[in-house]
């Protein structure tokens, strides 16, 4: 009986993440069949500004779709997958962006900042990982 509750609770964790995954993606597809429909609207901000709109909706998105297959979903692995696509923002940010000469691309090094730290991160959860089964080995 107890197992049975653990695959409902599982199941009911990737329903809470799939269903908006699911949702966001509608809506995406009917944003984009919308606005290439009509090219004559446009949004009241500056392009830097869409495209970081544009960016922060595909990585909650994408969150919310890996989260919905996770079988374990632990803070630090959640905090790992953050820093990875925030990493991955701030690059394609770094590419679409052109600054004019004499500005620098702050985008870039942000970008290879938290793919460290998330690298930290993903190492020190590693290391606990082996440290626990190496510590349940000497039992």
Known sequence: MCLRNEKNLTFDMKKRFFIPFCVLTVAAIGFIIYATGHPELSFPWSVQIIHLLYGLYVDAVILLFVLSFWKKVTWLNLLTLLLELGAVFFLVQSILTVFPEGESNWYLPLALG??????????????????????????
């Open 114 to 139: 938290l793919n460290t730290i998330a690298l930290f991160l993903n190492t020190a959860r590693l290391k606990k990982a082996e440290g626990s089964t190496d510590h349940e080995d000497n039992k």
